[in-house]
């Protein structure tokens, strides 16, 4: 029986996507092979990785002054490629409002003057530090950001307007919310929280932002060398970015970004509500920065957040239990969850309370 599954990442797929993938497992487009077995070079793939950078540029309205690249690594190997690729003269600017956005901060170190300009540090990350009253340094390569906080649950209600170009991890956000990409000079995702299973991560990158990355910069880590070649220098994730073209098309079913933000913004709201409601359920984000994929909350004792996490999870709500550095619980409400696990989860939490209180 399938469950609701509120991980973090690795996360829910849609379950039609699923379906569509073990329909043609074995047998892909009528090559009598798995996507799995299929070489890369293979024209039935190269069509995957077309429509694929075809169907994100749709749905996110990205430009053609930007490069659209499928990538290994994790964002984590971003925290690196970020300065690798951008930090001429080795300064940029950090702002740090969760362990993510501290851990790229800390990479960024390894070659430069990394400089935090502003963090949420003091108050555990939850709030956003107000963009407009940050000081910008004049001389940064680029000033970096962490647009969704996947462990604090917390998010941008605004981005900064930067001289410098704006670099930004959406990992657990990605076509979540509408966007303007023209405003960000690099977007990176690992897809494994709202796109796809782990292994392909995504970096849209403008196009003259690429032409000069440092010298040591290892060719893997080149955008420019992933640009050139379309994506298949060498071998790509296949599966992960098969799986991510079947998830883009499923969106592009259900209507596109604004679609889904309207569905997000729903089933956050139903969680946000019934614990504001309630005296026992905790959530202490700033309500404006709130996250719409992430809500951490909490029971009154460590105890019966423990007991909170197992009866869920005899009740077919699996992995709520919040990540370490926060405890209690963590509900990742990503794209791929549908406004039934949102539900009843809301009517598990209320009776929870009724015995528990
Ligand atoms: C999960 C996550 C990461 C780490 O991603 P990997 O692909 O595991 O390297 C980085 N940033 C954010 C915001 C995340 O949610």
């Not at 007991?307 to 370490?324: D, I, P, S, Y």
Request: with cysteine; hydrophobic share 40%; proline share 4%.
């Amino acid at each position: 029986m399938r469950v609701y599954n509120f991980s973090a990442g690795p996360s829910m797929l849609p379950q039609e996507v699923l379906e569509e993938a073990q329909r043609e497992f074995l047998d892909f487009a009528g090559t009598g092979m798995s996507v799995c077995e299929i070489s890369h070079r293979d024209k039935a793939f190269s069509a995957i990785v077309e429509e694929a950078e075809a169907n994100l540029r749709e749905l996110m309205n990205i430009p053609q002054e930007y490069c659209v690249l499928f990538v290994q690594g994790g964002a984590s190997q971003q925290f690196a490629a970020v300065p690798l690729n951008l930090m001429h003269t080795g300064k940029a600017d950090y702002i740090v409002t969760g362990n993510f956005a501290k851990k790229a901060w800390q990479e960024g170190k390894i070659y430069g003057d990394a400089r935090v300009i502003a963090s949420s540090e003091d108050k555990t990350y939850t709030y956003i530090p107000d963009v407009d009253k940050i000081a910008y340094n004049d001389d940064a390569d680029y000033v970096h950001i962490t647009s969704n906080n996947t462990i604090f649950g917390t998010r941008y209600a605004k981005f900064p307007e930067t001289k410098a170009p704006l670099v930004c991890d959406m990992s657990s956000e990605i076509l979540s919310r509408e966007v303007d990409v023209t405003k960000f000079g690099v977007i990176y995702a690992g897809a494994q929280k709202n796109l796809a299973p782990a292994g392909v991560t995504i970096v849209i990158a403008r196009r003259d932002l690429i032409e000069n990355p440092l010298p040591v910069c290892p060719t893997m880590l080149k955008w420019k060398t992933q640009a050139n070649d379309g994506s298949l220098y060498n071998t790509p994730p296949c599966f992960s970015i098969y799986m991510a073209n079947l998830v883009l098309r499923h969106l592009k079913k259900l209507g596109g970004v604004k679609a889904i933000n309207e569905v997000n913004v729903y089933k956050a709201g139903l969680l946000y509500d019934f614990i504001d409601s309630s005296s026992f359920y905790t959530n202490n984000v700033v309500k404006e920065y709130r996250s719409i994929m992430n809500v951490p909350f909490v029971t009154p004792s460590k105890e019966l957040d423990e007991k909170f996490v197992k009866e869920a999870k005899a009740n077919g709500l699996v992995t709520l239990k919040g990540h370490r550095l926060v405890g209690g619980m963590r509900a990742s409400i990503y794209n791929a969850m549908p406004v039934e696990g949102v539900k009843k989860l809301v009517e598990f939490m209320k009776k929870f309370e009724q015995e528990n209180a």
